[in-house]
T-cell receptor
Framework: GENVEQHPSTLSVQEGDSAVIKCTYSDSASNYFPWYKQELGKRPQLIID?????GEKKDQRIAVTLNKTAKHFSLHITETQPEDSAVYFCAAGSGFQKLVFGTGTRLLVSP | NAGVMQNPRHLVRRRGQEARLRCSPMKGHSHVYWYRQLPEEGLKFMVY????????ESGMPKERFSAEFPKEGPSILRIQQVVRGDSAAYFCASSPNTGTDQPQHFGDGTRLSIL
């Protein structure tokens, strides 16, 4: 089955810096890769997703890149703000199937 | 358009009791997924259902756990004879019934505590 690895487990940056979180997946059949942000005690919120027919997608300060050959995808957050502090999860799936999540990255943005 | 609704938000049970967790998907969504999250960990898939059908239950323990999504009413995740290890946050997600690779939107979760 699918296995998703996520790095780093914790990431501390200064406000205004960029943050990059990386994930790798094992199942070449996976074709859908969402990213979720989860604040303490809250629901996971979808922040961006990418499908296998594109290599990059951007939404304001957030971008995701996908390398299907290498089976890895990354989340890029530019101009970080304290409210970006949260746990970020990558996931991989296909069609309507289950999502397999990474283990999460705790991002701390210091003012 | 209301989001995914889960209740209760918090549930306390003693060992050996039953826990029932409810999930109403977003309007227009007919795919429901249940995930479990232990403290400081990621989300683990449990079961995927459509109306009146279990599509994939590969992540759900074979004993004590069951799930349903009846024609009318919410999806129910049922845990019988709960044990301390069942303590976790249980999240439900739903996705639309058209197209492929549609995003899964999560509810606020049910935090289950076993005494």
């Amino acid at each position: 089955g699918e296995n998703v690895e996520q790095h780093p487990s914790t990431l501390s940056v200064q406000e205004g810096d960029s943050a990059v979180i990386k994930c790798t997946y094992s199942d070449s059949a996976s074709n859908y890769f969402p990213w979720y942000k989860q604040e303490l005690g809250k629901r996971p919120q979808l922040i961006i997703d990418i499908r296998s027919n594109v290599g990059e997608k951007k939404d304001q300060r957030i971008a995701v890149t996908l390398n299907k050959t290498a089976k890895h995808f990354s989340l890029h957050i530019t101009e970080t703000q304290p409210e970006d502090s949260a746990v970020y999860f990558c996931a991989a799936g296909s069609g309507f199937q289950k999502l397999v999540f990474g283990t999460g990255t705790r991002l701390l943005v210091s003012p | 358009n209301a989001g995914v609704m889960q209740n209760p938000r918090h549930l306390v049970r003693r060992r050996g009791q039953e826990a029932r967790l409810r999930c109403s998907p977003m309007k227009g969504h007919s795919h429901v997924y249940w995930y479990r999250q232990l403290p400081e960990e990621g989300l683990k898939f449990m079961v995927y259902l459509q109306k009146e059908n279990i599509i994939d239950e590969s992540g759900m323990p074979k004993e004590r756990f069951s799930a349903e999504f009846p024609k009318e009413g919410p999806s129910i995740l049922r845990i019988q004879q709960v044990v301390r290890g069942d303590s976790a946050a249980y999240f439900c997600a739903s996705s639309p019934n058209t197209g492929t690779d549609q995003p899964q939107h999560f509810g606020d979760g049910t935090r289950l505590s076993i005494l």
